[in-house]
């Protein structure tokens, strides 16, 4: 029989998305299906949510989930099955799953992710008969607090489901607090430095990495650099401590929803054999943009406007881009101030510069079709998605060697030219010279037609498939459930 695994997440495609944590938890069910796991996803009912699934059954019913109604329903999105908690207390709002309309962070969201987890807990102790399961998987902050309440506070104390962390980004620990504590229902033993408390609050993401029996994160790198402060944020003594507990699995795409030959976005679809063809999406692209049209690199951007992200860097950087042959097309939001540099740098530029601002599935698609090469210029990255999307698009990626960049991405450094293996630039340290010579670098590779061509085709036939890392997860899941029975 298939191993059961209730996979806890605040966000997954098609649903709801506001970054690569959705494009993840939506891919792994149908990653992990090949090596005998069935996963049920649980995500909040936000209001996007509840409209997609329709008319949904319900399975079990909370008249006070922390002191909210909330209610469970079924649904399945294709083949996968979900669980959605309809909490309308808590997830009946405007906007983003965490923030209000001006972006601001809910005031209750302890509350409101502390009774994903409740929820989660219940439903993985065996709360709902039918719905029991083998391990539970819980991913980031925001589900974090399940373990917690597996932990100290179970529907059933037997059996003990294992527990599964995944760090997918270490800059967010939803940190709250001491107070909301009183509030958790958590009995008081787990108010300790071995339970909840983290630096004298409540740590939602140190509490999962306390209390999981398996800790992931979504790139072999990351897993290494997250025992540093600079990448560790605080939580590095506690995640070294816990070292023969974590692995490094890198994130997949999903090549139903990114890839160039059936993607039903883009002007003019292509295979490797075809990429001549991409030169119809780069107009379409330098239209939708606004730029001059041109045989120069286009380079593109698509990305949360934030430090992380580097995007900073990007308005000092356009001088240097722009008198060097490139143009830019961005599409992004995020910090004001990095979008106002942007609008100023994009002025200075006209028919160089193009910027979109808002979230545009579709656009971000085209980009990755008809730019040639995207920037990726974080000062961290657990993983990456879009360098992952650039690769499979012929879109070279320019990314600093970190994080998932360092592992997904093989340097055009005149070893790998020689050898035929490079797919893409990489420089060290995301700052104003590093990426401007990184920038040089590839409008030089650019020029020379047949190697440009070579490192298009290497990332393109490069496998970022989830075959080896759904593998990875499964046997991880098998390894607990065997440990555990
Ligand atoms: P992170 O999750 O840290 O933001 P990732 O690279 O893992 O970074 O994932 C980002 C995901 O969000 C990718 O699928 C990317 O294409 C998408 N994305 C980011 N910004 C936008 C945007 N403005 N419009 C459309 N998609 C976006
Ligand atoms: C986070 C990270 C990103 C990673 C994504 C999915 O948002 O910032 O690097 O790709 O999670 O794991």
């Known amino acids: 029989m298939a191993l059961r695994v209730l996979s806890v997440a605040s966000e997954a495609v098609p649903l709801v998305k506001t970054g690569g944590l959705a494009d993840v938890a939506g891919a792994l069910p149908a990653a992990v299906a090949p090596h005998g796991i069935a996963m049920t996803t649980l995500l909040p009912g936000y209001p996007a949510v509840i409209a997609a699934i329709g008319k949904a059954k319900r399975v079990h019913t909370w008249d006070a989930l922390l002191g909210e109604p909330a209610r469970l329903l079924t649904a399945k999105i294709g083949d996968t099955p979900l669980l ?56 980031d902050w925001q589900a974090a607090m399940a373990i917690a309440y597996l932990r100290f506070a179970p529907f059933r ?29 958590l009995p008081a033993p787990a108010w300790s430095i071995d339970g909840v408390e983290s630096y004298g609050g409540v740590g939602f993401l140190k509490s999962g990495l306390q209390l999981a029996d398996m800790i992931t994160t979504v790139s072999p790198t990351y897993a290494g650099e997250i025992v540093r402060p600079e990448f560790g944020m605080g939580l590095e003594g506690l995640v070294a401590l816990r070292g023969d507990r974590v692995r490094g699995i890198v994130n997949g795409i999903d090549s139903n929803e990114w890839s160039p030959e059936t993607d039903s976005a883009l002007a003019a679809r292509y295979t490797a054999r075809t990429v001549a063809k991409r030169t119809a999406n780069k107009r379409a692209l330098e239209k939708h943009f606004g730029l001059d049209e041109g045989d120069g690199p286009l380079f593109i951007m698509v990305s949360r406007l934030t430090w992380q992200k580097g995007a900073d860097l990007i308005p000092e950087v356009l001088d240097h881009l722009v008198g060097n042959g490139g143009r830019l097309a961005i599409l992004g939001s995020g910090d004001p101030a990095i979008v106002a540099a942007l609008q100023d740098g994009a002025a200075r530029h006209p028919g160089k510069v193009g910027l979109q601002f808002g979230y545009d599935e579709a656009l971000s698609h085209r980009m990755q079709s008809g730019g040639d090469a995207i920037l990726v210029p974080s000062r961290f990255e657990p993983c990456g998605l879009t360098q992952l999307y650039g690769l499979a698009y012929g879109c070279v990626p320019v990314v600093t060697r970190t994080g998932g960049l360092a592992d997904t991405v093989i340097d055009a450094n005149p070893a790998a030219l020689a050898a035929g293996v490079a797919t893409g630039v990489q420089f060290d340290g995301a700052h104003y010279h590093g990426l401007a010579s990184a920038i040089s670098r590839t409008i030089a590779l650019y020029g020379q037609t047949p190697v440009w061509k070579q490192i298009q085709h290497n990332g393109m036939a490069a496998d970022f498939s989830w075959r080896r890392s759904g593998a990875e997860y499964a046997r991880i899941y098998q390894q607990l459930a065997g440990d555990s029975a």
């Open 84 to 139: 959605i908690l309809d909490a309308p207390g808590y997830f009946e709002r405007p906007g983003n799953p965490y923030t209000d309309a001006a972006g601001k962070d809910w005031g209750d969201n302890w509350r409101r992710f502390a009774a994903l987890g409740r929820a989660a807990a219940d439903i993985a102790s065996g709360a709902v008969k039918a719905l029991s399961c083998d391990v539970l998987h819980a991913h």
């Open 157 to 185: 104390s037997e059996p003990r489901i294992p527990t599964v962390m995944t760090i997918h980004n270490m800059a967010f620990q939803g940190w709250f607090d001491p107070r909301v504590f009183g509030s958790l229902e």
